[in-house]
Every structure is written in structure tokens, then in C-alpha cells.
């Protein structure tokens, strides 16, 4: 039992550090509570990490060793979230200006239903293959072969709950009165910059090679 616990402490440590650097993720999160509210975030942030067991359920399977070595499923997986994350961009400088004096409860429902929100968050961390060689690598450098795949399953579920934790937290904070109001005083530029956001990363996921 030590022996998993100190596996697990290595597979945090190393995934706290890319929980929290800023992506694709934290951009979504970000626009979903300053533009939709704090309901909107949190559900996207549970997408976010049932996309995170997604990922990890085929690294523990074997799988993400089959899309590691095949050009071809790295690529669709590469194109297909370029394209989402330029949609996504597109969409967000289309958008009409963030309403300061609208009541999140009010709005959410008729504009993003929580099925759609949770498949936004599921979406956008999924079509990252990146994240592919990612989980393979952690896993392989720090879990053992001898580790059970139900306790590998388990690490997965914690770190999941921690990812959805972060998100929360971004959620929140971000959803605070004073914060939101400031962010959407910048009116149209919200929309610009966020839409740049997501196109910029699309055109760098678009650019990576599988290594």
C-alpha cells in the first residue's frame, strides 16, 4: 500500500504542474464563467475532467500506445481539435457583448443547457492528443507494470477530482462580482481576445508533430 500511495504522490506532483498552466482548458473555463456564469463553469468543468478519465482509461488499457505509433489516428485527433478550438474562436468574436446586468440564473438555461456545456468542457480536453503522449509517458514512467489496473483506475478518478477541484476554484473566482464586472468592462474586447485565445491555440495545435 505505501508503494501505491508514493506512486501517487509522483503522478500529482508531476500533473498538479500541468493541471495549472494556462490552455485551452483554463481559457474555456475562464470565458464560460465571465460570459455564462458560475453554473456554466462548474459543469464545464466537470466535462473537463470525465475527459481526463477518458484519457486515462485508454493509457491503463494499452490503447494510447496504439494512437502514440500511428501517424495517421494522431493526426485526425490533431486536426479534428484545431478545428473545435478555431470554432470556438470564431464563435467567441462573433458573440455579442457580455451583460453585466444580467442574472446568471436567468440566462443560462435558454442559452447553454448543462448537456452542452458539459460536452464542451468533455470536447475540448479530449480532442488533444497531445494529451495522448502525455498520460502515456507519466504513466509509464512512474507507475509500475505490477501495478494493479484498478488501482491505476483509481489514481486516474483522484486525479480527476483534483482537476475538476482547480477548475471549480477558477470558476469561482472568476464568477466573483468584482472580478466578472471588471472583465466584462472591457465589453467587445472580452470577446476578441478570448476568440484569439482559442485560435491562436488551434493554429499551435494544428503545428505539432507526434514525438
Same mark, same amino acid.
Given at each position: 500500500?505505501?508503494?501505491?500511495?508514493?506512486?501517487?504522490?509522483?503522478?500529482?506532483?508531476?500533473?498538479?504542474?500541468?493541471?495549472?498552466?494556462?490552455?485551452?482548458?483554463?481559457?474555456?473555463? #475562464?470565458? *464560460? %464563467?465571465?460570459?455564462?456564469?458560475?453554473?456554466?463553469?462548474?459543469?464545464?468543468?466537470?466535462?473537463?475532467?470525465?475527459?481526463?478519465?477518458?484519457? &486515462?482509461?485508454?493509457?491503463?488499457?494499452?490503447?494510447?500506445?496504439? #494512437?502514440?505509433?500511428?501517424?495517421? !489516428?494522431?493526426? !485526425?485527433?490533431?486536426?479534428?481539435?484545431?478545428?473545435?478550438?478555431?470554432?470556438?474562436?470564431?464563435?467567441?468574436?462573433?458573440?455579442?457583448?457580455?451583460?453585466?446586468?444580467?442574472?446568471?440564473? =436567468? $440566462? =443560462?438555461?435558454?442559452?447553454?443547457?448543462?448537456?452542452?456545456? +458539459?460536452?464542451?468542457?468533455?470536447?475540448?480536453?479530449?480532442?488533444?492528443p497531445k494529451a495522448v503522449l502525455f498520460f !502515456?509517458?507519466?504513466?509509464?514512467?512512474?507507475? %509500475?507494470?505490477?501495478?494493479?489496473?484498478?488501482? *491505476?483506475?483509481g489514481y486516474g478518478v483522484v486525479m480527476s477530482?483534483?482537476?475538476?477541484?482547480? +477548475? &471549480?476554484?477558477?470558476? #469561482?473566482?472568476?464568477?466573483?462580482?468584482?472580478? $466578472? =464586472?471588471?472583465?466584462?468592462?472591457?465589453?467587445?474586447?472580452?470577446?476578441?481576445?478570448?476568440?484569439? #485565445?482559442? &485560435?491562436?491555440?488551434?493554429?499551435?495545435?494544428?503545428? *505539432? *508533430?507526434?514525438?
Amino acid at each position: 500500500m505505501p508503494h501505491y500511495f508514493y506512486e501517487l504522490l509522483g503522478l500529482m506532483a508531476v500533473f498538479s504542474i500541468m493541471a495549472i498552466s494556462p490552455g485551452a482548458d483554463f481559457a474555456l473555463v #475562464v470565458r *464560460q %464563467s465571465i460570459v455564462h456564469g458560475r453554473r456554466a463553469a462548474i459543469i464545464t468543468s466537470f466535462g473537463i475532467g470525465a475527459s481526463l478519465l477518458f484519457h &486515462i482509461s485508454y493509457t491503463v488499457l494499452g490503447l494510447g500506445l496504439i #494512437v502514440s505509433k500511428s501517424l495517421l !489516428l494522431f493526426s !485526425l485527433i490533431k486536426w479534428a481539435g484545431a478545428a473545435y478550438l478555431l470554432y470556438l474562436g470564431v464563435k467567441a468574436l462573433r458573440a455579442p457583448k457580455p451583460d453585466a446586468s444580467s442574472e446568471f440564473t =436567468e $440566462r =443560462e438555461p435558454a442559452k447553454l443547457s448543462a448537456v452542452r456545456c +458539459f460536452l464542451m468542457g468533455f470536447v475540448t480536453n479530449a480532442l488533444n492528443p497531445k494529451a495522448v503522449l502525455f498520460f !502515456l509517458s507519466l504513466f509509464s514512467a512512474l507507475v %509500475s507494470h505490477e501495478t494493479p489496473i484498478l488501482i *491505476q483506475a483509481g489514481y486516474g478518478v483522484v486525479m480527476s477530482a483534483a482537476l475538476i477541484s482547480w +477548475f &471549480i476554484a477558477v470558476s #469561482v473566482f472568476f464568477t466573483m462580482q468584482s472580478v $466578472r =464586472e471588471r472583465f466584462v468592462a472591457w465589453g467587445q474586447w472580452l470577446n476578441r481576445v478570448t476568440g484569439l #485565445v482559442f &485560435i491562436g491555440l488551434g493554429i499551435k495545435l494544428a503545428s *505539432q *508533430q507526434a514525438s
